[in-house]
């Protein structure tokens, strides 16, 4: 049975820093995963965050994280990291770590199979 957990949520200030990890027990072998962060404000709909492939390391990121956000995985530990720099309200959210038994990951929903409960980030003075 895959679990799959997120830690590292807080409240930050805005223009801070955090770093968010998840982990992912139960998958048999990390040569092909893709996980990736997706997040949900108040009253919003689920939105892609960032992935990365777990076997070339490539990563993709959404518009409004651009060069804000850094996604990467240490693989002896199995865990996946989400540093977030330059943090606004609007990256206010419940945030959701996925993955998949799959070579390449996508900033898509329906790809993921497994899923955490989330952790929240506030960004606020």
């Known amino acids: 049975q895959v679990q799959v957990e997120e830690s590292g949520g807080d409240l930050v200030q805005p223009g801070g820093s955090l770093r968010l990890s998840c982990t992912a027990s139960g998958l048999t072998t990390f040569d092909r995963v893709a996980m990736a962060w997706f997040r949900q404000a108040p009253g919003k709909g689920r939105e892609e965050v960032s992935c990365?492939?777990?076997?070339?390391?490539?990563?993709y990121y959404a518009d409004s994280v651009k060069g804000r956000f850094t996604i990467s995985r240490d693989s002896a530990k199995r865990t996946l990291y989400l540093q977030m720099n330059s943090l606004k309200p609007d990256d206010t959210a419940m945030y959701y770590c996925?993955?998949?038994?799959?070579?390449?990951?996508?900033?898509?929903?329906?790809?993921?199979?497994?899923w955490g409960q989330g952790t929240q980030v506030t960004v606020s003075s």
């Open positions: 996925a993955a998949v038994p799959h070579l390449f990951c996508g900033l898509r929903m329906d790809l993921y199979n497994y």
């Open positions: 990365i492939s777990w076997s070339d390391d490539s990563a």
